[in-house]
């Protein structure tokens, strides 16, 4: 299945507006996250009540980026090698994806509809930078002068920017 980057628009613009909007699913995300796979709650110092801000910030960057690779890449990279900082392993990956796509189904069935395309498109959008995250973790050496040519330090932060999670324009 190819992504289809306006239907990932289309559906983020949606978190962002039903179902009491993108604090609700930000907040919505992290409770179930915790409660299916609590064995990542210690990997986040950050309360969901202030980390949520990154999740959607970062969503955000990745929907509106997809069409964008030349950026996109790597910021994803960068991202993958700072998660390292936050002990976050390979096996955190799909639990990450599988409790997005389900939040994703909960909110925005609460007032509209998510089908089968919508969540598919989704799987495979977060399986392709899955992917890119932990290609750049398991090598971050690998992505040195990449991360240089855009700003970042090594260890996938740049030090002009204070929310690394924000892509600057």
Not at 35 to 47: G, H, I, M, S
Not at 83 to 91: D, N, P, V, W
């Amino acid at each position: 299945m190819a992504i289809n980057p306006d239907l990932l628009k289309e559906n983020f613009r949606r978190v962002t507006v039903e179902n009491g909007g993108a604090t609700a699913f930000g907040l919505r995300f992290y409770e179930r996250l915790f409660e299916k796979y609590p064995a990542v709650k210690p990997l986040f110092n950050t309360p969901p009540e202030e980390q949520h801000k990154k999740l959607i910030a970062s969503v955000g960057v990745i929907v509106s980026g997809v069409t964008k690779l030349d950026m996109l890449v790597p910021y994803l990279h960068a991202m993958g090698i700072r998660h390292l900082k936050y002990k976050t392993e390979t096996g955190h990956y799909p639990a990450v994806g599988e409790n997005l796509v389900a939040v994703l189904g909960e909110h925005l069935s609460a007032e509209g509809e998510f089908t089968e395309d919508m969540s598919a498109n989704w799987q495979e959008a977060i399986g392709v930078v899955a992917n890119v995250m932990i290609e750049a973790a398991e090598a971050p050496e690998k992505y040195a002068d990449e991360l240089a040519e855009h700003g970042y330090q090594p260890d996938g932060f740049k030090a002009s920017n204070p929310q690394p999670w924000l892509m600057d324009a």
